[in-house]
Structure formats: structure tokens, C-alpha cells
């Protein structure tokens, strides 16, 4: 058989890792840099490469959600019995794999989704382990940011004998480092992306960076919110923004007021949307969600389900909304039909003691069809009412 070329070589080991170095690529091939570069450059004319990082061009349906922000390794600790303020408490506790994006992208790619995770890793054992584990879940982490000396991020969660949060810390110094700088390095995958969906443990300039790229360039991005303090972290221009995911209280947060009423949900909802994002989903943990229906309010009940472990069921609702999302390309997407898919992913997520329910199926999601007359896409029921 006849061995490859040079070029063919060179393309191989750039199908491997896109973010390899042209010294690399000289060293591994015994090439000269100019002599790489002038085989990139036929690769790229070739349309084989799509510029700077050799992003190589995905089949039509191919194309990956890409996820930005954070991947952590998650500690919960779990009273035995009801928990008590200010002593000790008897608890069991369990290490597993977490933060918002990587927790979106490890159940998109269990639905079988292509997805990458853009994130940033310590040199230490976790950050390896972390790599390890993605890598396994057929999660495409070759475009994230490996930090030397530096410890990988870490969520821990204290949690009551019936899995309710009642507390978490995070030690999420390392996603700065995620400029818009290293944004702009990583703009050939990111451009590759069916949809692109950040979190909000980026700095407040990579977020408006990210704004400001699918405004540009008509892409649609999603953004989730993580907590009341990191709303801070949301630009006050939105416009380019397909869809916000915050919770109620990140929601009074951004409002600067609670919002006791539908009435109040929806005034505040509008004003995200006057701001410039195109909608927006209001999460309420075990009671539904509400979501933007041009100038209306929808309201959808929560699944009733014995609740083992409510951590991750936000991201895996937000994971099955991008899905839904992902499967109307022409951006006619029913946004009612895709935070049913959320409520049933997060009902099945809330039953398992993992952060992501292993046993997911997109057949779980394509089941679910927008003809349920078990709701009223025209009716929003108020969640709560003032005395």
C-alpha cells in the first residue's frame, strides 16, 4: 500500500487534534515551517480546513451545540437526617463531575448530539480526570484551556435528607482566564456550531464578546444563567441573545425587585426582551417554568416525581431546550415544545443520584410532540398571588 503524503499526513494529525501547532506538526511530520504552512494553506484552498485552528468542515447535520464556561468537579454532602443550622450534621457525601456548561454538554451528548466544551482546566489531577471523563461521554474538549499551576474548579453542594440545596460554594477563579481573546483564538470552532451555549461563570466582557459575535453573525446563542451574584456577569445590551434561562430569583435579581405575580414575571420578562434577547425561560424548581411567547407569558407545570437529587436538573432542562432548539435549523422552533422536552429530561434527571442521568435517549425527547392537549400554549397560570 502506498504510504500517504506529506499533506495527507499532515491532515491526519490535524483530523486528530485541530488545535495542534504548526511546530508540532514540523516536529511529528520532519518538515520544515514553511513547508507545513504551505500544505495548510493547499488544505484550506481545498476547503478541507476552514482557516486558523483547522477546523475541519462538519457534514450537514453534523454541525456541534458548542458549550462555553465551566467544568468542575462537584462535592455534595447529604444530611442523614433534617438538616440543622449552625451545628453538626450527620452526612454522607459523594464526588462526580459538574458545572453548568459541562453538565449541559455531557446530556446533549448523551442524546446523541455532537457537542464541544470550551472550558478551562487545571494541570492537577482533577482537570485530567475531568479530560478523561468528557472525552469518554463523547465530548469534544480539544479547544479548551489547559492552565499550568493551577487548580481545576470545584462546586460543593450541602444538600438535606430529601436532596433539596440548601447551600452551595464554588471555587470558579480559573473561568477569568477565559478572555475574549482566547474566544477570538478559538473562532473557527466556534463558527463551525449549530448553536452555541454559554454560562454565565464567564467574565462579563467574554460574554459581551460572544453577544456581540452572533449578532455579527446571525448565529444563535443561549445563554444560562448560574446564580444571583453572576448575573452581574450579563451585559445590559442583549441583542443577539436567541434565549436567556434564569431562574426566579436570578430573574428579581436582574429586575432589582420580587416578583411575587405572573403579572410581575411577565413586566420583568419584557424588559429582558427590551433589551434586546429574543426570549426568555423562567425556571421554578419543582413548580414549571415560565417561558416568552412574543408578548405573552406561557406557564407549564412541573413533572410530580420523587426527587432523589435535585443537582443538575436545571442544566439537563436546559440541555433538552438547546436540543429542541438544534432539530428546527430554519429557527422555527416552539419554544412551549422545547421546555416540555426540558420538564421531562429534568424529571428523569431529579430520580437519579447523578448529576447527569446516565441513561438518556433522545427518543425520550422526539416522543414528546407539541400536540399534548394537556396544556393551553395561550394560558399562563400565576405561580403565585399577593395577599
Known amino acids: 500500500m502506498t504510504e500517504p503524503s506529506k499533506k495527507e499526513q499532515l491532515y491526519q494529525l490535524i483530523h486528530a487534534n485541530p488545535f495542534i501547532s504548526q511546530q ?168 463551525a456550531a449549530a448553536l452555541t451555549v454559554a454560562d454565565l461563570n464567564l467574565p462579563l466582557e467574554t460574554v459581551a464578546a460572544l453577544i456581540d459575535s452572533a449578532r455579527a453573525d446571525h448565529a444563535p446563542l443561549v445563554i444560562v444563567a448560574v446564580s444571583q451574584p453572576k448575573m452581574a456577569r450579563l451585559p445590559h445590551d442583549l441583542h443577539g441573545v436567541r434565549l436567556l434561562i434564569l431562574n426566579r430569583a436570578e430573574l428579581e435579581t436582574v429586575a432589582g425587585r420580587p416578583l411575587p405575580t405572573e403579572a410581575d414575571v411577565r413586566l420583568a420578562c419584557a424588559g429582558v426582551q427590551q433589551r434586546g434577547a429574543r426570549d426568555v425561560i423562567v425556571t421554578c424548581g419543582s413548580q414549571g417554568v415560565f417561558h416568552t411567547c412574543d408578548s405573552q407569558l406561557v406557564w407549564l407545570a412541573a413533572h410530580q416525581v420523587k426527587v432523589v437529587d435535585v443537582t443538575g436538573a436545571g442544566d439537563a432542562f436546559s440541555a433538552a431546550v438547546c436540543w429542541s432548539l438544534v432539530q428546527n435549523a430554519d429557527d422555527s422552533a416552539d419554544l412551549t415544545l422545547a421546555c416540555r422536552r426540558g420538564l421531562a429530561l429534568a424529571a428523569v434527571t431529579v430520580q437519579s443520584a447523578s448529576t447527569v442521568a446516565p441513561a438518556l435517549e433522545a427518543g425520550l425527547l422526539e416522543a414528546i410532540s407539541n400536540t399534548d392537549a394537556a396544556h393551553d400554549p395561550g394560558h399562563a397560570a400565576p405561580l403565585y398571588t399577593t395577599n
Do not use: W
Not at 476552514?50 to 462538519?58: C, T
Not at 458548542?66 to 454522607?92: E, M
Not at 459538574?98 to 482533577?126: C, F, K, Q, S
Open 24 to 191: 508540532d506538526l514540523a516536529a511529528d511530520l520532519g518538515l520544515s515551517r514553511s513547508a507545513v504552512a504551505g500544505h495548510i494553506a493547499s488544505l484550506i484552498r481545498e476547503r478541507r480546513l476552514l482557516g486558523r485552528a483547522y477546523v475541519l468542515p462538519a457534514p450537514r447535520g453534523q454541525r456541534p451545540v458548542v458549550c462555553i464556561g465551566a467544568a468542575n468537579v462537584d462535592r455534595k454532602l447529604r444530611t442523614i437526617a433534617t438538616l440543622q443550622a449552625s451545628t453538626s450534621n450527620p452526612a454522607t457525601a459523594s464526588e462526580t463531575y459538574g458545572g453548568v456548561a459541562r453538565n449541559i454538554a455531557e446530556n446533549l451528548a448523551r442524546l446523541h448530539t455532537p457537542v464541544a466544551l470550551l472550558t478551562a482546566l487545571g494541570d492537577d489531577g482533577a482537570g485530567r480526570a475531568l479530560q478523561d471523563h468528557a472525552q469518554a461521554a463523547g465530548i469534544d474538549t480539544r479547544g479548551s484551556l489547559a492552565l499550568a499551576d493551577t487548580a481545576s474548579g470545584t462546586y460543593t453542594a450541602i444538600l438535606d435528607a430529601e436532596g433539596e440545596l440548601h447551600v452551595a460554594l464554588a471555587d470558579m477563579a480559573l473561568y477569568d482566564q477565559l478572555t475574549p481573546e482566547f474566544l477570538a483564538s478559538r473562532a473557527p470552532q466556534r463558527a
